[in-house]
């Protein structure tokens, strides 16, 4: 029987006031006007109740349950969370984690109880308390272990309210079918002749469509076009829709702008005042190709003793955006820049990411400096921190420096070429150009930072830091946008140069502000759970690796090292980050699991994140309480713990939505790509290896791309083809050819489904298959970054593209998740 609510209106908010009566353990389910009664409410705080219980129910803080009652979710057996939908259909539900605990294993929710839920959405649901037979079976069908099974009772929130797709006519029916294939509903629209669109859409085109209310399963949901964004499957036209689908915006508000334009365009001599000056110190630069902006610098002192003084000096963004100011606003609300293949969504206006705050070669740049020095035995004997100015003699690409680090003949250095200059924010100077002695001193200099990194390096691996380093490949485009060329991007020494003493500013700076007493966001990577770790190990013995006890770190290493020379290692890599949990933002120090360090933050790149721009902040505070002679004459901006809180979680959230908007048009650049494949004459064959066979085909991993297919049986038309050997080859019935896992082959481009997002190989010479379905390979990404990025994880930010998985959901390798748990790397050396 419930009791009434003796606590006064003062006491406490209508809202506080009700849930903390809904949690009494004597508490039965009531009604409004009865709940109205028990918490004794005027006439004023009645009026409020309807409209708060309203906003609770879409909240998933209270449910409603038989008759009108209302509980707290747990009490009926509900509970909160978000779901994911896979192409098939079915669906996986996340329970909300309950206050300071652990989130809850996911959930399988079968496609019929999904109800009128979509991808993303907040979603309240019950747990279908099936017999365990029937939950074993469910299991199987939905792709892996399922403890707990649900049903969608009620949409709380939608993830989002438009969805872009191609636009269709069916007799005197028009529809869109979304883009997004996990999404199996096409949309009901009027004829678009009368959507005020303009132009007015065309069968074929891509629009963008405003979701109705949408209540019951049984009918397709309906909706309005409210944009047309050009023929389906152009660059531009996906490119809009990635833009619309993530929330995305190339473009600045105009107060933005306009403090943009007033910075002036170069550093002028009362900026650095107070300042330390080492513009004569040898300093360069190392990036990619391509790199658009230059957030990151290394110098080098030689010392008596053998000693060297190397400095890691990176972009001061916090001198030109200030706390509260319009452009500090929307680097907040954006949290991170974006990158997409072949363009940049950026955090900060051009102006500074590309201007002003860019360490451009032989340019006068405002920096914040960890200055290291190294023993002559590779030990660190001291560092130290200033706000700097610096001036770059150099910048290089990776492959220059690489070159630099191999090569003696000077007349071979010359040699090497510029990036292009329409892909690069600066080309610097051509190594021709150089003197003899400054190309020698530029060797050198290189030298010398590989000398103290390789050890560094070294030493970290031996303490149980995680080698996850693997080829990466970048995809390119032509003029027109279109996705023509992919380059395998090795993680060479040039790379692991610069991502070892990024990894040590972060490291230091972390360190420095807990000693100081200061809050700060910590990088922050949480302990696997042991459970996935024993389905990796069980999945792992499948392809032949034996592990032992995979939440002992060390052999967590030794494991790793088999898998560095499996001929499978990029999928086992894969598999491995995927048993792993993603890397976010925590206002605490919790330590770093993949790197193996107890303080860890993202220091180093502040022209793409905005987490790096806060820790700036909070270092002038450092600086300012140690004495430091270069501190900033502005007063350092001071943030509270729960400021701090709450900027941690946007920040990782920001981090997730673009992480899945790169993962998003990798995906679509690759349809792309393997589609113009198809389209040439002769196609062109790719190297493969046969990583697992199934009765209708096999799946295979392209060698020198990183990206998976499948080869139905159906695509060769040679002969009949079965499983035979314990399913370890496939056979053909005439002419006894034998596919076996691990064999590699030669393999051409099949089919290509836009739509479907699915792509099929055959077998170089097999002869073309007519007819016959397709049981498709889904393009899925190869990792999970937020990424936004975990081939461990990124301390420069993130700026090249990876390319993904091709599978299907139900047809995909032993073990395989519908969905990558780590975030990607976007740039060589700078992960983590």
Request: glycine letters at 6%; a positive charge; aromatic letters at 8%.
């Amino acid at each position: 029987m419930n009791s009434p609510d003796k606590s006064g209106p003062a006491s406490a908010s209508l809202e506080d006031r009700l849930l903390e009566f809904l949690r009494r353990k004597d508490y039965s389910p009531l009604r409004v006007e009865d709940l109205a009664a028990a918490l004794h409410l005027d006439q004023r705080a009645v009026k409020k109740l309807r409209p708060l219980i309203h906003h609770l129910l879409n909240l998933g803080l209270i449910a409603k349950v038989k008759q009108d009652r209302f509980v707290i979710p747990h009490d009926a057996d509900l509970q909160t969370g978000s779901v994911k939908f896979r192409q098939s259909g079915v669906a996986l539900f996340f329970p909300d984690p309950p206050s300071g605990g652990r989130a809850e294993a996911p959930w399988h929710i079968p496609a019929d109880d999904t109800g009128t839920a979509m991808h993303g959405d907040r979603v309240l649901v019950r747990e279908n308390k099936r017999p365990r037979q029937w939950r074993s079976a469910a299991a199987a069908n939905h792709g892996g272990k399922a403890d707990k099974l649900g049903r969608v009772i009620r949409v709380l929130e939608r993830k989002h309210d438009t969805m872009s797709g191609s636009l269709r006519r069916d007799q005197q029916f028009w529809s869109v079918e979304p883009d997004d294939p996990r999404f199996v509903r096409t949309i009901l629209v009027a004829d678009p002749a009368g959507s005020g669109v303009f132009p007015p859409p065309k069968p074929g085109d891509k629009v963008l469509v405003r979701l109705a209310e949408w209540t019951q399963r049984h009918l397709n949901p309906t909706g309005e076009i409210i944009e047309n964004l050009g023929e389906t499957h152009t660059p531009s036209a996906e490119f809009k829709a990635i833009l619309y689908k993530f929330h995305l915006r190339p473009e600045f508000p105009e107060p933005v702008q306009a403090e943009a334009v007033a910075f002036p365009p170069e550093v002028r001599p009362r900026d650095r005042a107070g300042r330390e000056d080492i513009r004569d110190l040898n300093t360069i630069t190392i990036d990619p190709d391509d790199a658009k902006d230059f957030d990151d610098a290394l110098s080098l002192e030689r010392l008596p003793g053998g000693e060297l003084r190397i400095g890691i000096h990176i972009a001061d963004v916090s001198a030109y955006v200030r706390n509260g100011t319009a452009i500090d606003r929307e680097a907040r609300e954006r949290g991170n820049s974006t990158y997409l293949v072949g363009c940049v969504i950026p955090m900060l206006p051009h102006a500074l990411s590309n201007g002003l705050c860019s360490l451009v070669e032989a340019q006068d740049r405002l920096t914040k400096s960890v200055f290291v020095t190294f023993a002559a035995n590779g030990k660190i004997r001291a560092t130290r921190f200033a706000n700097t100015v610096i001036r770059s003699r150099k910048r290089l690409t990776y492959r220059q420096a690489y070159a630099l680090l191999k090569e003696n003949d000077l007349t071979v250095l010359r040699a090497l070429p510029l990036p292009p200059a329409h892909a690069t924010g600066s080309t610097g100077r051509a190594l021709a150009s150089l003197s003899d002695a400054e190309l020698i001193e530029l060797r050198e200099t290189v030298r010398a930072f590989w000398s103290m990194a390789e050890p560094m390096r070294r030493a970290r691996m031996q303490k149980g830091s995680l080698d996850f380093d693997f080829p990466e490949v970048k995809i390119f485009t032509d003029e027109h946008g279109y996705a023509d060329r992919l380059e395998l991007i090795e993680n060479d020494e040039s790379h692991q140069l610069v991502e070892e003493f990024m990894l040590l500013a972060n490291e230091v700076v972390a360190r420095a502000l807990f000693e100081a007493g200061l809050p700060y966001l910590s990088r922050v990577h949480d302990q696997p759970d042991p459970e996935r770790l024993v389905e990796l190990r069980d999945l792992l013995a499948t392809f032949g690796v034996d592990a032992g006890d995979l939440t002992n770190r060390q052999e967590i290493v030794r494991v790793l090292a088999k898998i560095k020379v499996h001929p499978q290692g990029h999928t086992l890599k894969t598999q491995f980050l995927r048993s792993l949990k993603q890397a976010c933002y925590r206002a605490s120090v919790d330590g770093h699991y993949g790197l193996f360090k107890k303080f860890y933050t993202h220091f180093t790149s502040p022209i793409r994140r905005y987490s790096d721009l806060v820790v700036h902040r909070i270092f002038d505070n450092y600086l300012e309480r140690t004495g430091a002679d270069t501190a900033t004459h502005s007063t350092p901006v001071r943030y509270s713990q729960g400021e701090l809180d709450t900027l941690a979680r946007h920040l990782s959230l920001t981090e997730q939505n673009s992480t899945e908007a790169e993962r998003e048009t990798v995906k679509l650049k690759l349809l792309e790509y393997f589609e113009r494949e198809a389209d040439r004459t002769p196609r062109r064959q790719f190297p493969a290896l046969i990583t697992d066979i199934r009765s209708h085909g096999f799946f295979i991993e392209l060698r020198g791309s990183n990206a998976y297919g499948f080869v139905p049986f159906s695509s060769m038309a040679d002969d009949l083809y079965s499983l035979s050997g314990e399913g370890r080859e496939a056979v053909g019935r005439r002419t006894k050819r034998k596919f076996t896992l691990g064999q590699e082959i030669q393999v051409e481009v099949y089919r290509v489904d836009r739509f479907k997002r699915q792509i099929d190989f055959r077998v170089a010479g097999s002869g073309a298959a007519s007819g016959g379905g397709s049981v498709g390979s889904e393009i899925t990404p190869a990792m999970a970054s937020h990424h936004k990025k975990m081939r461990q994880d990124h301390p420069r930010g993130p700026r090249q593209n990876s390319v993904p998985r091709h599978r299907s959901d139900a047809n995909r390798p032993p073990g395989f998740a519908p969905d990558s748990r780590q975030p990607k790397s976007r740039n060589r050396g700078r992960r983590r």
